[in-house]
Antibody, heavy 116, light 111 residues
Framework: QVQLVESGGDLVKPGGSLRLSCAAS????????MSWIRQAPGKGLEWVSYISSSGSAIYYADSVTGRFTISRDNAKNSLYLQMNSLRAEDTAVYYCARDQIHFDSWGQGTLVTVSS | QSALTQPPSASGSPGQSVTISCTGTSSDVGGYNYVSWYQQHPGKAPKLMIYEVTKRPSGVPDRFSGSKSGNTASLTVSGLQAEDEAEYYC???????????FGGGTKLTVL
């Protein structure tokens, strides 16, 4: 069965950096588009970034453009999100999800807290 | 990247039907048949319930159905059960740069 497991969430100071990882299994990772989606505490869902199956097409939400970088390693069945210049408003649970325009599989999420 | 508009809450008694609306614009909901719905229980990851407006993934009960008219999509839950109590989010493809937008969520309470 499809499994997505995020890791890397932590407490970080404003202006700091963090790299999230998502390990995929149970499907042919290299055949699928992937996205990161976040949810601030007590708030709704926000799509963050998308990467095509080969990594050749990448898109970001306006709120993270220029600060976040999505990447993938198909040999390692892994998705990444490099987050720089973090702000308090980036505090959220970050989910990786398989992207088929709809998100048909989600990980359990990893918590990123940006606070001094 | 405006969020889609959902009512903050909805409720119904066991066995009843409830419909949750999701209003967007011609640039998202009205422009594409790529509306999806997600169920989220507290502390859990979202779960896909409806995709491409009306389609149900394998394993989702047929009590859940979706529809769309113009710029408004709807999720109907028939024969409400206690386990349906959760937060529900709609989402739509919004074209430019593979943008996806979400609604603010609707808390469904089974009375």
């Amino acid at each position: 069965q499809v499994q997505l497991v995020e890791s890397g969430g932590d407490l970080v100071k404003p202006g700091g950096s963090l790299r999230l990882s998502c390990a995929a299994s149970g499907f042919t990772f290299s055949d699928h588009y992937m996205s990161w989606i976040r949810q601030a505490p007590g708030k709704g869902l926000e799509w963050v970034s998308y990467i095509s199956s080969s990594g050749s097409a990448i898109y970001y939400a306006d709120s993270v453009t220029g600060r976040f970088t999505i990447s993938r390693d198909n040999a390692k069945n892994s998705l990444y999100l490099q987050m720089n210049s973090l702000r308090a408003e980036d505090t959220a649970v970050y989910y990786c999800a398989r992207d088929q325009i709809h998100f048909d599989s989600w990980g359990q999420g990893t918590l990123v807290t940006v606070s001094s | 990247q405006s969020a889609l508009t959902q009512p903050p809450s909805a409720s119904g008694s066991p066995g009843q039907s409830v419909t949750i609306s999701c209003t967007g614009t011609s640039s998202d909901v009205g422009g594409y048949n790529y509306v999806s719905w997600y169920q989220q229980h507290p502390g859990k990851a979202p779960k896909l319930m409806i995709y491409e407006v009306t389609k149900r993934p394998s394993g989702v009960p047929d009590r859940f159905s979706g529809s769309k008219s113009g710029n408004t999509a709807s999720l109907t839950v028939s024969g409400l059960q206690a386990e349906d109590e959760a937060e529900y989010y709609c989402s739509s493809y919004a074209g430019r740069n593979n943008l996806k937008v979400f609604g603010g969520g609707t808390k469904l309470t089974v009375l």
